[in-house]
């Protein structure tokens, strides 16, 4: 098996200890976050609000359930960004041009009226943003050796960029839909990613010059035919969505049969392949329940732009001395519990070293911390229209945080750890569709929500993910087994 080129050590200690590249890595996601979270954070309510608020009027399970699904194209987008990493243009290419394409979207959402900005908008948005999410999270890990001791701790600081954008995103953007209205809110989004276009682009030369390489190029002569096969797909999802058969109630339902398919592919295409060793398959076997994990938890999660922004619109108390705040504020709570633990994990991972839990392990805490978030809404069911406590939210999404800082950052640096060297790239691609199947699902349970069955919503999800993360904690040890001396 191949083994990443380590640091040089000149670059070691230049951003908080950390291969100085981390940092434009750092960057362009954080501004990518800012554009996606601030857009994602008004999005729901521009999907339900009436016309007469500048809103486009839908039905609020329908709109849940596009949200949900558009969550879910981007991290499905993420195999074809993986696919042009590994075999066409490269990882740096590749993301560079999928921060082209997330800019022309948010640009696309603030100018096109009504639903023609937001199909177009969405479409491209959430292709970019698939295309960039792996291959930034792929950049980092090969900034890394295998046994390089500080790879979780540096995964945790480039998961602080996420998150230092995803704060001031909703903040600013819920403040100009507020003012000014949804269309300003959306263009400042599409400001945010260019400003990220920029500094990615003066910082580009500090990348490894294995950036482009190609773990395993597509012949000049399948190229073609690669991108006749594309058009068809493409050709085909427009047939469907005018002859009626994919619609926006749908949606959600294709998006998870969609990423089903795509997983169960992608595992049997990779553990099939000659190309892979024997301790290489074995780590991708020891991959799935941890996929399975993933997307539970995820499932839950990912209910922050869904089941939750409902809730604050119209459970939560929202006022502050008298000004009642932007419901897409409520979005840049867990980025500011993140920002304050981000720290404090990735501290506590590297002064453990090895002593810390095992992968399996901290997969299982995460995914009970989050059922244990869902039960903590119960005490706070039944009382009316805005009447659960602004502070109650806060104390619950802490517990969000919490369980995502077990679970999130560990899962990217894993996919690098576990992955075979000829599927670099496309085993990070693997994590990211057990979190579309998570974004899709949360879709779709965001239907079953009403305020009048929030203690057995809130009950029953909550339970299941506990059982789902007990589970995984029993067999911690054997999956430990197959990862071949990964921790």
């Known amino acids: 098996m191949s083994v990443e080129t380590a640091p040089e050590p000149q670059q070691q200690k230049t951003f908080f200890g950390q291969p100085r590249a981390l940092a434009n890595l750092f960057g362009v996601e954080m501004w990518e976050r800012f554009s996606f979270y601030g857009m994602q954070g008004i999005l729901l309510i521009y999907l339900y609000y009436p016309v007469a608020d500048g809103g486009l009027g839908m039905d609020p399970a329908t709109a849940s359930g596009i949200v949900g699904a558009y969550g879910g194209l981007v991290y499905l987008s993420t195999i074809l960004g993986a696919w042009l990493a590994d075999r066409v243009l490269g990882s740096e290419r590749t993301l560079f041009s999928s921060a082209l394409m997330i800019m022309a979207g948010h640009v696309a959402l603030a100018l096109l009226p009504g639903f023609t900005g937001v199909g177009a908008g ?54 100009a839909q507020k003012e000014l209205g949804f269309h300003y809110g959306f263009g400042l989004a599409a400001i945010g990613m260019a400003a ?56 959600a339902n294709v998006v998870i049969g969609a990423t089903v398919v795509a997983a169960v592919a992608y595992f049997v295409v990779i553990l099939s392949s000659r190309k892979i060793s024997t301790v290489e398959r074995r780590r991708v076997v020891a991959f799935i329940p941890m996929f399975v994990s993933s997307a539970a938890f995820w499932s839950l999660f990912q209910q922050q732009f869904t ?16 000004w009642e705040m932007p419901v897409s504020w409520v979005q840049s709570i867990n980025p500011v519990m993140i920002i304050l633990l981000a720290g404090v994990f990735a501290t506590m991972w590297t002064r453990l070293g090895p002593r810390q839990p095992s992968s399996p392990v901290k997969f299982a805490l995460g995914t009970v911390t989050m059922g244990v978030a869902f039960l903590l809404f119960i005490p706070m069911a039944g009382g009316g229209t805005n009447s659960a406590p602004l502070l109650g939210l806060v104390g619950i999404l802490a517990v969000f945080t919490v369980a995502e800082l077990l679970l999130s950052p560990v899962g990217l640096s894993l996919a690098t750890k576990l992955a075979p060297a000829v599927f670099k790239t496309q085993m990070v691609a693997l994590f990211f ?49 197959l990862m071949g001396g990964v921790h």
């Open 433 to 481: 569709l057990s979190v579309a199947l998570g974004s899709a699902m949360s879709g779709y349970l965001a239907q079953f929500y009403t305020a009048e069955s929030e203690t057995a919503y809130f009950g029953v999800v909550g339970a299941v993910a506990i059982v789902l993360g007990l589970v995984l904690a029993a067999f911690a040890r054997p999956i430990r087994a």
């Open 307 to 322: 089941v939750v922004a409902q809730y604050a619109d119209k459970r939560l108390d929202r006022t502050l001395f008298s």
């Open 122 to 175: 969405l479409l491209l948005v959430g292709v970019g943003s698939g295309g960039l999410k792996a291959n930034a999270t792929s950049l980092v890990g090969s900034l890394y050796a295998e046994d390089d001791e500080r790879r979780d701790a540096g995964f945790s600081l480039f998961y602080l960029g996420i998150n230092l954008g995803a704060l001031v995103g909703p903040l600013l953007t819920g403040l």
């Open 196 to 251: 990220g276009l920029v500094q990615y682009a003066v910082g580009r030369k500090n990348l490894p010059a294995h950036a482009n390489e190609l773990q395993n190029p597509l012949p000049a002569h399948r190229r073609t035919t690669a991108l006749a096969l594309g058009l068809i797909a493409a050709a085909v999802l427009a047939a469907l969505v005018w002859l009626g058969v994919l619609t926006a109630e749908n949606l």
